[in-house]
DNA sequence: GCGGAACTACTTACATGTAGGTAAGTATGA
DNA sequence: TCATACTTACCTACATGTAAGTAGTTCCGC
């Protein structure tokens, strides 16, 4: 009797497995989600996730660089879309907001609050997202505000963007405030005017 | 032969439990710690925890409470400290950046980035806790803008604010960045004089 | 002011569920 | 025939929670 499935390829469920985790994260967390749980997304038994990834943290891993990537990738086509600052920062903000209006947090985000129980490698690649991010957003602010890159001021402008965001997708999923993200960042991108 | 250990007043037990739960919570969120820390900090068996809290939950929702409690009361006291609104604003600056310089997070912050995987009861525990705060910021900040308390300009102000301290607590401790907390908010303050 | 009942605040031992992970076997396609 | 990508069955650790027992404390009638 079969008990193994119609063949799917290798690639797919690794994929959707990566994809699933990832999803369950932004919402759930860390500690919030289990081998079963992806599993069941897939259709497929826990040690099915397994085969590809050995344990919880190496998929967890695999999930963070993939975000991290497509992040980076997100943030390249935003510079292509458009030359004005102001409006790669709306952009910028559109990506945290399009998360938040489907109940996901950002990856990282989620991470950065579960910090102290990671261990270190997860910790390492979640603090280089945000310092991708801030470095990104450095760059931007400072053609915005006409200010030198590596003054103190653009550099603290960044970080509190960049906080800001993360904040707020958090407390508009708490609340339910759909516009919480969008409103309090285009308050604080035309605050960038007096910097 | 004496198992039971010299008597300590039952209210230590339960109040040591609470706070230690509170400090383990704000370190390492809901999932993170369990009934053995708690017990292990205070160097009795888990089950002592559970004579006094019969769940985890109830343990938590006291924690929460208890944490609002104290809240309101550190809210009271900076208005009584201050007249000024802008000072009563640092002052409340102040608050996140103690706990974040003893890298703990905002206890109500760390359960709603895990808001999806708590029972019902503690959600709205948290969602009271924002609700407070915003409503004490939504006064100062009409006082320090002279704008009307009900604006949504003013509504806005207070929840950038409050997602901007809740978003640094994470980074700073993320990152290592003493000062970002502070930082970020005094620009912020400074900048209200635009809104 | 004394013996005992009842209460408080624990203890050890145990039950249960579940998560992560392993071992060994099997269907499918190259 | 071999590798790939699974499967079922199992193991271990540990977290929450329960059962039953015990050491001190308090209260109460006599």
Redesign the pocket.
């Known amino acids: 009797?079969?008990?193994?499935?119609?063949?799917?390829?290798?690639?797919?469920?690794?994929t959707l497995a990566l994809r699933a985790a990832t999803e369950l994260m932004q919402r759930r967390g860390f500690h919030g989600f289990?081998?079963?749980d992806v599993a069941a997304m897939l259709g497929?038994?826990?040690?099915?996730i397994?085969?590809?990834f050995?344990?919880?943290?190496r998929l967890v891993e695999a999930a963070v660089a993939a975000y991290c990537e497509r992040f980076a990738m997100d943030l390249a086509a935003i510079e292509h879309a458009h030359t004005n600052p102001e409006k790669q920062l709306q952009a910028y903000v559109a990506l945290f907001a399009g998360a938040a209006s489907d109940q996901r947090l950002c990856l990282c985000g989620v991470l950065a609050a579960e910090m102290v129980t990671l261990p270190e490698e997860l910790r390492s690649a979640v603090r280089s997202f945000y310092k991708q991010n801030e470095a990104w957003l450095v760059r931007v602010i400072a053609k915005a505000t006409r200010k030198r890159a590596r003054s103190a001021r653009v550099q603290q402008l960044a970080r509190g963007l960049l906080d800001l965001l993360e904040g707020a997708m958090v407390s508009e999923r708490l609340l339910d405030n759909p516009s919480r993200i969008t409103g309090a960042a285009r308050w604080w991108i035309s605050s960038l005017r007096y910097a």
Do not use: G, I, N
């Not at 497929?44 to 099915?48: C, D, G, I, W």
């Open positions: 009797m079969s008990t193994a499935r119609p063949a799917l390829k290798a690639r797919d469920t690794r289990t081998f079963h497929v038994s826990h040690v099915a397994h085969y590809h050995e344990t919880k943290v």
